[in-house]
């Protein structure tokens, strides 16, 4: 155990700082728009204005079309029995957060173990679990640690569940230190004790992995959404920053006197540098009438500072990460007049070829989870079973229904079949829909009352 989970911390220390960045920057603490040194207190305010954080909306975009609807075979018909495990751990709601938490981490992890009521499927922070793969794309980890801290009489200790393919070790730090991600920093191994060591009951290690954007290579860590774009999100928070000033001090025009001496107003200000008072300057405004006494007095003012190309800079810099995330346009600058839905889908053609591309990734994990969770059950999953993603593709309501009604009659489709197409359709619709068929259903009504009549022959 002690090489396996000198290997995890490692790991876990390399790549904590990296996810850290990633979470941050999703939350609007960026680094800092570049700023002089010398510069006015009132610059700083600016600058922490000037954050626009565009970099929820790449994980967002991708996250609002994934959807799991069922488990079920490839010709349709009700989920299989692992689906009850689905409803029953809240996943309906908490799928989400794990396509979120692959997207913008580039992984996600997901834990089933056998429980009470039955497997016990747990979404997990990418931020508190190393994975240990002995090839890049195999389906489950040799190992994996789950880390956390916890309090042994009053000292904070750091914890970690460490997984193989039979047991689960839980282990605590023997001595409180500087908590680092909630790893002790600097320690290793013998710094850990085993509090509890028990089996899960498994073949295979407990943790599933997804992957944002696979790699054969096994020092290429599976890349987020979010990790690409910091660099121009940055460059937008130093465009945003110069507009604000040239906005401040420049946008309006500035007015100059030449051959007249300020008036002293309240014995003008005090100049701490000369330690003596100097005179305020003439105060302009539209209220106000200025009469010069000297006939030589020269007035002016300043062009006013045309910031059209710190606006083009920003909207063109915005068009770079829309372009580099694979993002529609009008989801950034929010320009979208009078769409068509064949053009609306044309502007998604690259977002929906992305969504295409993450619902095969995911539902292949999605899919390990259910053979997990079969397992526990003591059941086999049928080989054909499939994920079925929800369809969100943005199309006409009645063109699509239209287009599933021609199909139906021109080339000879079941319309039950055809019922699984309709957009927005769940499966207890489904369900509501065959039964009220099978009672609509003439020849069905036929052979129930026939089957009725009947009569049984009577044994001699």
């Given at each position: 155990m002690g090489p396996v989970l000198d290997t995890i911390l490692g790991k876990y220390r390399a790549t904590y700082p990296r996810l850290e960045r990633v979470e941050q920057y999703l939350h609007g603490q960026h680094a800092p728009a570049?700023?002089?040194?010398?510069?006015?207190?009132?610059?700083?305010?600016?600058?922490?204005?000037?954050?626009?954080?565009?970099?929820?909306?790449?994980?967002?975009?991708?996250?609002?079309?994934?959807?799991?609807?069922?488990?079920?075979?490839?010709?349709?018909?009700?989920?299989?029995?692992?689906?009850?495990?689905?409803?029953?751990?809240?996943?309906?709601?908490?799928?989400?957060?794990?396509?979120?938490?692959?997207?913008?981490?580039?992984?996600?992890?997901?834990?089933?173990?056998?429980?009470?009521?039955?497997?016990?499927?747990?979404?997990?922070?990418?931020?508190?679990?190393?994975?240990?793969?002995?090839?890049?794309?195999?389906?489950?980890?040799?190992?994996?640690?789950?880390?956390?801290?916890?309090?042994?009489?009053?000292?904070?200790?750091?914890?970690?569940?460490?997984?193989?393919?039979?047991?689960?070790?839980?282990?605590?730090?023997?001595?409180e230190g500087n908590v680092f991600g909630g790893v002790l920093d600097g320690v290793d191994a013998s710094?850990?004790?085993?509090?509890?060591?028990?089996?899960?009951?498994?073949?295979?290690?407990?943790?599933?992995?997804?992957?944002?954007?696979?790699?054969?290579?096994?020092?290429?860590?599976?890349l987020g959404e979010v990790e690409p774009l910091i660099p121009i999100q940055d460059r937008l928070n130093d465009i945003e920053l110069s507009t604000a000033i040239a906005i401040q001090y420049g946008a309006h025009r500035q007015k100059w006197v030449a051959g007249v001496e300020p008036p002293k107003e309240n014995e003008g200000v005090w100049d701490w540098v000369k330690g003596a008072f100097r005179k305020r300057a003439i105060q302009f405004s539209a209220s106000r009438l200025i009469v010069f006494p000297d006939k030589d007095t020269k007035t002016g003012q300043y062009d006013a500072t045309d910031i059209g190309p710190y606006l083009d800079a920003y909207n063109n810099t915005v068009k770079h990460l829309a372009a580099i995330g694979a993002l529609p346009p009008h989801y950034l600058s929010g320009d979208m007049i009078n769409l068509s839905a064949e053009a609306l889908a044309a502007a998604q053609e690259s977002l929906q070829r992305k969504v295409d591309d993450r619902q095969r990734a995911f539902g292949g994990a999605w899919r390990r989870v259910f053979q997990t969770v079969a397992e526990l059950t003591g059941e086999a999953l049928p080989a054909d079973a499939q994920i079925v993603w929800r369809d969100t593709t943005p199309r006409s309501f009645p063109a699509t229904v239209d287009a599933l009604g021609k199909m139906v009659s021109a080339m000879g489709v079941p319309p039950e079949a055809a019922w699984q197409m309709v957009p927005g359709m769940t499966p207890a619709q489904l369900a509501e829909w065959r039964t009220l068929a099978d009672q609509l259903d003439p020849a069905t009504k036929m052979a129930t009352a026939l089957a009725k009549s009947v009569i049984e022959p009577v044994a001699a």
């Open positions: 570049y700023m002089p040194e010398a510069t006015a207190d009132e610059f700083r305010i600016f600058r922490e204005r000037s954050i626009k954080n565009f970099l929820p909306l790449a994980v967002d975009a991708v996250a609002s079309n994934l959807y799991v609807d069922g488990l079920r075979a490839a010709g349709g018909g009700d989920n299989f029995p692992a689906w009850e495990s689905w409803d029953r751990n809240g996943l309906v709601e908490a799928q989400t957060a794990v396509h979120r938490d692959a997207l913008a981490f580039g992984e996600a992890y997901v834990r089933v173990l056998p429980g009470a009521n039955g497997p016990e499927i747990e979404p997990l922070s990418p931020l508190s679990v190393t994975a240990l793969f002995q090839r890049p794309n195999d389906p489950f980890p040799v190992a994996a640690a789950v880390h956390g801290t916890t309090f042994v009489g009053g000292e904070r200790r750091a914890t970690v569940d460490l997984y193989d393919d039979e047991f689960v070790f839980r282990l605590a730090s023997k001595e710094d850990f004790i085993v509090t509890e060591q028990l089996k899960h009951g498994l073949t295979h290690c407990p943790i599933i992995r997804f992957r944002n954007m696979a790699s054969t290579s096994p020092n290429v860590p599976s």
